[in-house]
């Protein structure tokens, strides 16, 4: 018997981008464990990825083309050939793009976060035939533009300094969940003496191991932050001389924040003003010390209305009291643009026929499925092409999308390891190879390594990697450029700008060897300035913001629905909703992963008692979720974890695991975030209905 461990990497959209060793066994893998060499992954797997095996030889992996024989939506399909598959495909986005390619849209995200089975030969494909362009915004535009404009880039606290910090504050996260190895970095800290505290609408799990929670209403953290800027200014807990030198605009700020006193804040966040004072004063008062307070900013803020706001009144917290000094000081909301990526050379732009391809927003595909030929629109969306993503269960107002997927002059390719939601409205579905069957080279956007992946076994069944599909339709469409003849490896060896000081030593050969290697970047990378904004400075003032056409100050944007904001809607629909990450799935990957949903139980909604006695919901009560976008079923949990006026709907499942078929996004809305043009997953209110016989069969 031949044992051998091979070296890989995570590729499921989590920060922790862990380095894996992969034990095969006669060709088989037998065990994923995570390296305990690797610094940030230290041994250590979440309970998901522990049990990759069991994904990998899922007896549902998808191992030959399909063609459809059913209905759109049924999932009836029967096998065919790759000749015959591809065939199929080329000879119809020929005849589409014959007449517009821009009818043609690809749709990905991050089923897998590598370089080279994400956006480069499919890029390069794409780009080529002159299908529109993808804004791939359903994640993270919204923070990382507000990030960026006032701190120049995605760059922040590294991971490893977190256990030298005095001070953590979880903005907007449930690391438990869902940054598992910054948590135990905070572990750490908090032997060591430090205070956590998480700031979060609902009482997550990490929420509950901190020593504080704080739980604004959903959509209202900008104004919290203005309060704490308020409270530092108006007590002096400032760093004079960062604020001097590496920063801009403070005098507007400081008249800014005037009228952001905690009272008003406290009333717009539904908390006390006590929680806000202490915060703030805790805040300066440690930073003055000369002690780490790091700030572990995370996505779940930025899905409300002004949410791109919100990151960046946040990211202006650690200019204010000069928490960059310190190593273990400062922000982080991804690593992700302290990476040379070589995104040209990768995806090339450049085998575009036009400049003015026109961009469809990932996160209103529901509507845009639907729309028809227009100056505006231009062509309509004949042709959809997806791969590492699940549309149909993860984008916002999903009966739209679902209705969108169902039209029968529309073609849509399907690439994927099961055959998930959106596979079930494919006209041909090709079964892709998953992490441990192909090669690849990540960047990560939580700690500071480049990581390779190399593959451990042979594709299952007749799987090709994504690279090879495109590779594939690209020969068969007669593109000769010699792009479309490079191998992964090839790929992967210019992934990295090695001409940038901070890849200087990179060599993919000697990467797939060690398996990862350290960015060579500063410790604490703002300790004196140097930011990488247009003024060099942390810009309290953005001038960019104004050209933008958005405040370029901080302030504060309410949601479009709330209570507050939206009062008529809110007699008819009361609660705010959230459906952040439940701890056994990676937004919908892992759903089908029996042991993991065995453990999840079925779709709960989470809902205060005060809120439950009012409808007459006792625990354990089926009930119905509805505003007028839809509406989707799940089990009550009656607990104070969810604030008054609050539900929560940990997600997110697919709809054919759940029992009615739908899931949260039947609910949630398309409309987009101040800026980033994202999505506002957690900007709805909801009514909650125990689901009697009689409304079930109504
Ligand atoms: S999902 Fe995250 S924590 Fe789990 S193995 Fe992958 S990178 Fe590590």
Avoid at 229 to 240: A, F, G, K, P, Q
């Amino acid at each position: 018997m031949s044992t051998t461990i091979v070296r890989a990497t995570c590729p499921h959209d989590c920060p922790d981008t862990c380095a894996l060793l992969v034990t095969v066994k006669d060709g088989v893998a037998t065990e994923v464990k995570g390296d305990p060499e690797h610094p940030t992954t230290a041994g250590v797997l979440c309970t998901k990825v522990s049990r990759y095996t069991e994904r990998t030889y899922h007896q549902d992996r998808l191992l030959y083309p399909m063609k459809r024989i059913g209905k759109k939506g049924e999932g009836k399909f029967a096998r065919i050939s790759w000749d015959e598959a591809i065939d199929t495909v080329v000879t119809r986005l020929k005849t589409i793009a014959a007449h517009d390619p821009q009818a043609i849209l690809p749709y990905s995200y991050a089923g897998t976060m590598g370089l080279v089975q994400g956006e480069s030969m499919a890029a390069r494909f794409l780009h080529k035939l002159g299908a529109s362009l993808l804004d791939r915004t359903i994640c993270a535009t919204a923070g990382g533009t507000g990030y960026t404009y006032t701190i120049g880039a995605r760059i922040g606290t590294d991971v490893e300094q977190f256990q030298n910090a005095k001070l953590i504050i979880f903005w907007g996260g449930n690391p438990i969940a869902s940054n598992l190895h910054l948590w135990t970095r905070a572990q750490e800290a908090k032997r060591r003496g430090a205070t956590l505290i998480a700031i979060d609408p609902y009482r997550s799990l990490t929420a509950e191991k901190c020593h504080q929670h704080i739980a604004p209403l959903p959509g209202t953290d900008a104004a919290l932050a203005l309060a704490m800027m308020h409270v530092l200014i108006r007590d002096d807990l400032l760093d004079h001389d960062y604020i001097n030198q590496y920063t801009l605009g403070f005098e507007q700020l400081r008249e800014r924040v005037q009228e952001w006193t905690p009272e008003r804040a406290a009333e717009v966040c539904g908390i006390e003003v006590e929680q806000i004072e202490q915060l703030a004063r805790l805040y300066g008062e440690t930073a003055l010390r000369g002690e780490g307070v790091a700030i572990r900013a995370n996505y779940g803020m930025q899905r409300v209305r002004g949410g791109g706001m919100a990151i960046r009144n946040i990211c202006c917290l650690p200019a204010l009291v000069g928490a960059w000094r310190n190593a273990a000081g400062g922000i982080q909301l991804s690593s992700g643009d302290s990476f040379p990526r070589d995104v040209d050379k990768l995806r090339r732009p450049d085998l575009l026929p036009s400049k003015h391809t026109r961009t469809i927003n990932m996160s209103t595909i529901g509507d845009d499925l639907l729309r028809d030929a227009s100056p505006e629109f231009g062509p309509r969306i004949d042709a959809l092409i997806v791969y590492n993503s699940n549309p149909v269960a993860v984008a916002p107002e999903s009966a739209k999308v679902a209705q969108g997927f169902a039209r029968e002059d529309l073609f849509t390719v399907v690439l994927e390891h099961f055959q998930t939601d959106t596979a079930d409205y494919a006209d041909i579905l090709l079964p892709a190879t998953t992490q441990l069957e192909h090669t690849d080279i990540h960047s990560t956007y939580g700690h500071l390594y480049m990581m390779a992946n190399n593959p451990a076994i042979t594709p299952l069944g007749e799987s090709k990697p994504n690279t090879e599909i495109f590779r594939l339709l690209a020969a068969r469409m007669g593109f000769d450029d010699p792009c479309f003849k490079d191998s992964d490896d090839d790929i992967a060896a210019i992934a990295f700008k090695r001409d940038d000081v901070r890849a200087i030593h990179f060599d993919w050969d000697s990467l797939k060897r060690k398996g990862w290697q350290k960015l060579n970047v500063p410790d604490a990378p703002f300790a004196q300035g140097g930011f990488p904004t247009p003024s060099g400075k942390c810009e309290f003032y953005c001038e960019r913001m104004m050209v933008d056409g958005l405040d370029p100050l901080p302030t504060y944007i309410p949601p479009y629905e709330s209570v507050r904001s939206s009062p008529e809607l809110a007699q008819k629909y009361p609660l705010a909703m959230i459906s952040p990450p439940a701890r056994n799935f990676l937004n919908s990957t892992f759903v089908n992963v029996q042991s993991l949903r065995n453990t999840e139980g079925a779709p709960h909604l989470d809902i205060h008692p005060d809120d439950a006695a009012s409808r007459g919901i006792v625990a354990g009560d089926v009930v119905r979720i509805f505003n007028d976008r839809g509406s989707f079923e799940a089990k009550a949990r009656v607990t104070d974890k969810a604030r008054a006026g609050l539900v929560v709907g940990l997600s997110i499942w697919w709809k054919k695991l759940a029992g009615d078929g739908k899931n949260a996004n039947e609910v949630t809305s398309q409309r987009l975030t101040d800026m980033g043009r994202g999505p506002t997953f957690y900007d709805l209110l909801v009514q909650v209905e125990k689901l009697t016989d009689s409304v079930r069969s109504a």
